[in-house]
C-alpha cells in the first residue's frame, strides 16, 4: 500500500497568491502600514535632525539613522522591534480559526490538496507580506538619509543594512509562526489574538526584567562580585540564557551587534582592560556576533510552525 | 469488479470514552441516491468526515471509489463533491471568483476552467449573480453555489451534508430538485439528513441512524414492510355486498378496517389500488373513492425505536 500519494506542495502556488492578494488589499495591512510609516518616519526625522546638527567624525553616520547611539527609546529600530510583532500577529491570528468561523475550511479541504500546501501557503504569503513590507520601509530610510544626509552609505553599512533586514523579517517570521500555531489551537479568532498579544506583552515586556530576577533566584550573586560593582559571572549566564527565550531579547542584541559596532560589548571591555584602544568591530566579527541569535530567531520559527503544522495534521475539520 | 462506489465496514470513531460511531457498514451504488437519516448527534457527519478524510478512523475501514481515504487523500478528494452542513465561501470574494479558486486548488488548466464555472452556475440558476459578493447570498443561493462547485469539479459522488437544512420549502424543493439532476448525470449521492420528510422523496435507499449505529437500511418500501408489516394505508370508499371480506382476501392485504358502514381502510405491503378496484367492479359494487397512503419514514422511525429505543440505548 502506497503511504500517501501526490506532492503535498499541489495547491500550494493557489493558495499563497491568493492569500498574498488579501492581505496586500485588506484594510488591516493598509492601517498596520501606516502605523508603521508614520511612526518611522517621525523617528528617522528626528534622528537625521540629531545628525545634521553633530559634526563629529563618524564612520557609521548611516547606521546612527537606524539606530541613534544614546537614544534607544525613539530610535527606528525600537519602533520596528515593538510593531514588527503587531503586523504580525495582525496577519497570522486568524490564519486557520478564521477559515473554520466562515465555515471554509472543509470545502476547500476536500478539494485534492494536502493540508501542507494550505498551511505553508498561508504562512508564506503572510511572511511575504511582511516581507514586502519591510523591504520597502527599509527603502524608504535608506533613501530618505541618502537625501537628508548628503552622503551615500559604505559597503559595509549597506552590508549590515541587510543583515538587520534579514533579522528583522526572521524576527516577523517568529511572531507569525506563534501566531499561526494560535489559530490552530485556539477556535475563537478574538481569543488567538488576545493571547497573542498578551505573550508578546509578556516577553517584550515583563520577561526582560523577570528574567533578570529568575537568574539571581536561580544563581545568587557572589558578594565578591558585587563588592567591585561587576556581575557575578553565573547568575549573569542564568539571566542571559533566561532573558534570551524572548525574541525580542535576541533581536534587540543581534541589532545592537549589527547596527552599533563600536557598542560597549564584553570585547571592547576586554579591550579596556587590556590597555588596547577598542575599535569598531569589522563586519564579518559582528555577524560571527550576531549569529547565534540569528539562527535562535530562524529556529524558534521552524519550531512554532512545526508544532502547529502537527497539531493541524491531526486536527477533525468540522466545519 | 462491483458497481459500489462507497464501501464501510466496520467504520468506527470513537472520541475519548464516548463512542461516535460505532462499527457501521454500508454500500452506495453508482447512481443511487442514498441517505442518511437519523437525529442531530447519531454519528452522520463524523461518518461523512471519515469518508473524506477530514477525520482521522478509529477503526475499520471505508473505501471511496476504490482508494482509502487516508493513503490516497488526493485521488478520493479530485473525484468527490463535498457540501459540507451550512457551507461557507469567502464573503468578501464575488460567487464566480470563489469557484475560480476552488477550480484552480482543483488544478484544471485555465483554459477549462471559465467554462466549467459558467455550465455549473448556469445549472444552478446563478448565473445572473456570479459577479456578485457571496456576502450579499441569501442561505439557499450558499447551497446552490455549493451544488455549483460540485458540478464544477464532474464528482462523481456527491457528498451533501444537511443540504436542506434552514431552507425555505420553495428552496429546498429547488435544492432537491438539483440533487435529482445529479443522479440524472449518473452521479452518486450521498446526503444526510435530520428532516425525514423532506428527503424521502429523493432518496434511493436510506440508512437509520440512531446514536452512532445504522439502525435499518434499505428502500423506503422495504423498510416499511419490515417496521410497520405493510405501511402502505388504501382508503376505499365504495358500496357492494361483503366487500371487507373480500378485501381481506386479497394477497398483499394484511389488515382490513371498516371504519364506516362504506368506509374500508387497508393496510398493505404495497401499492394494492388496483387489485380493490378490481375486487369492487367485481362485486357489483360502486367505487366512489379509492386513495393511498404511502408509508412515511417518520412513522416507521418513530415505530422503529418505539420497538427498539431501550435495546439500543443499552448496546
Not at chain 1, 145 to 152: D, K, T
Not at chain 1, 259 to 265: F, I, R, T, Y
Not at chain 2, 3 to 13: C, N, P, R, S, Y
Not at chain 2, 99 to 105: S, V
Request: proline share 5%.
Amino acid at each position: 500500500m502506497p503511504r500517501r500519494e501526490g506532492s503535498p506542495w499541489r495547491g500550494m502556488n493557489v493558495v499563497f497568491f491568493r492569500e498574498l492578494f488579501d492581505h496586500l488589499t485588506s484594510a488591516r495591512m493598509l492601517v498596520l502600514e501606516l502605523l508603521v510609516v508614520i511612526f518611522g518616519a517621525a523617528v528617522v526625522y528626528f534622528a537625521a535632525e540629531q545628525i545634521r546638527n553633530t559634526t563629529a567624525e563618524d564612520p557609521f553616520l548611516f547606521l546612527r539613522l537606524f539606530a541613534p547611539p544614546g537614544q534607544s527609546l525613539l530610535s527606528f529600530v525600537v519602533v520596528l522591534s515593538i510593531l514588527v510583532p503587531l503586523m504580525a500577529i495582525g496577519l497570522g491570528f486568524d490564519s486557520i480559526n478564521g477559515e473554520y468561523s466562515r465555515r471554509t475550511l472543509s470545502r476547500i479541504l476536500a478539494q485534492p490538496i494536502y493540508r501542507d500546501a494550505l498551511l505553508f501557503g498561508k504562512f508564506l504569503a503572510a511572511l511575504s507580506t511582511l516581507s514586502i513590507c519591510l523591504v520597502t520601509l527599509w527603502l524608504l530610510v535608506i533613501g530618505f538619509g541618502l537625501i537628508r544626509l548628503g552622503i551615500p552609505p559604505s559597503g559595509e553599512e549597506i552590508g549590515r543594512l541587510l543583515v538587520f533586514l534579514i533579522v528583522t523579517i526572521a524576527y516577523a517570521g517568529v511572531w507569525l509562526a506563534l501566531a499561526m500555531l494560535l489559530s490552530i489551537t485556539v477556535r475563537s479568532t478574538a481569543t488567538a489574538a488576545l493571547i497573542a498579544l498578551g505573550i508578546w506583552l509578556f516577553l517584550a515586556l515583563l520577561w526582560p526584567s523577570l528574567s533578570q530576577m529568575l537568574g539571581e533566584v536561580i544563581s545568587p550573586s557572589d558578594i565578591r562580585f558585587t563588592a567591585l560593582n561587576l556581575p557575578t559571572p553565573a547568575t549573569l549566564a542564568w539571566q542571559e540564557g533566561l532573558a534570551r527565550l524572548s525574541p525580542s531579547t535576541l533581536y534587540a542584541e543581534a541589532l545592537v551587534a549589527m547596527l552599533n559596532p563600536d557598542a560597549q560589548n564584553m570585547t571592547t571591555l576586554l579591550a579596556q582592560f587590556q590597555g588596547r584602544i577598542a575599535t569598531p568591530l569589522p563586519f564579518d566579527q559582528s555577524v560571527m556576533q550576531a549569529w547565534p541569535q540569528i539562527v535562535s530567531l530562524i529556529a524558534g520559527m521552524i519550531v512554532l510552525y512545526v508544532i502547529g503544522y502537527v497539531a493541524f495534521q491531526r486536527q477533525e475539520v468540522r466545519a | 469488479m462491483n458497481d459500489f462506489v462507497i464501501e464501510a465496514q466496520g467504520l468506527t470513531k470513537r472520541y475519548g470514552q464516548g463512542i461516535a460511531v460505532n462499527g457501521i457498514s454500508f454500500n452506495v451504488s453508482r447512481g443511487e441516491i442514498f441517505g442518511l437519516l437519523g437525529p442531530n448527534g447519531a454519528g452522520k457527519t463524523t461518518t461523512i468526515l471519515m469518508m473524506l478524510g477530514l477525520t482521522e478512523i478509529t477503526a475499520g475501514n471505508v473505501r471511496v471509489l476504490g482508494h482509502d481515504p487516508v493513503r490516497e487523500p488526493l485521488q478520493v478528494k479530485r473525484q468527490v463533491g463535498y457540501l459540507p452542513d451550512t457551507v461557507g465561501f469567502y464573503d468578501h470574494m464575488m460567487a464566480a471568483d470563489n469557484l475560480r479558486y476552488t477550480a484552480a486548488l482543483i488544478g484544471f488548466p485555465q483554459s477549462e476552467r471559465e467554462a466549467r464555472i459558467a455550465k455549473a452556475l448556469d445549472r444552478v440558476g446563478l448565473v445572473d449573480v456570479a459577479e456578485q459578493r457571496v456576502g450579499t447570498y441569501s442561505r439557499g443561493m450558499r447551497q446552490r453555489l455549493g451544488l455549483a462547485e460540485i458540478l464544477m469539479k464532474d464528482a462523481r459522488v456527491a457528498i451533501l451534508d444537511e443540504p436542506t437544512s434552514g431552507l425555505d420549502p420553495h428552496a429546498t424543493s429547488e435544492l432537491l430538485e438539483m440533487i435529482r439532476g445529479l443522479k440524472r448525470d449518473g452521479v452518486a449521492v450521498l446526503l444526510s439528513s435530520h428532516l425525514l420528510e423532506r428527503v424521502q422523496s429523493v432518496c434511493d435507499r436510506v440508512a437509520l441512524f440512531q446514536s452512532g449505529n445504522i439502525a435499518l437500511v434499505g428502500t423506503v418500501p422495504e423498510l416499511a414492510r419490515q417496521v410497520l408489516g405493510g405501511g402502505y394505508n388504501v382508503e376505499v370508499d365504495a358500496d357492494g355486498e361483503g366487500l371487507a371480506e373480500k378485501f381481506s382476501e386479497m394477497s398483499g392485504v394484511k389488515a382490513v378496517d371498516q371504519s364506516g358502514p362504506s368506509r374500508y381502510r387497508l393496510l398493505a405491503e404495497r401499492d394494492v389500488r388496483p387489485q380493490a378496484a378490481a375486487v369492487v367492479v367485481n362485486a357489483g359494487g360502486s367505487l366512489r373513492r379509492l386513495s393511498v397512503e404511502e408509508p412515511s419514514l417518520d412513522a416507521i422511525y418513530n415505530r422503529y425505536f418505539q420497538m427498539h429505543g431501550g435495546q439500543h440505548a443499552a448496546a
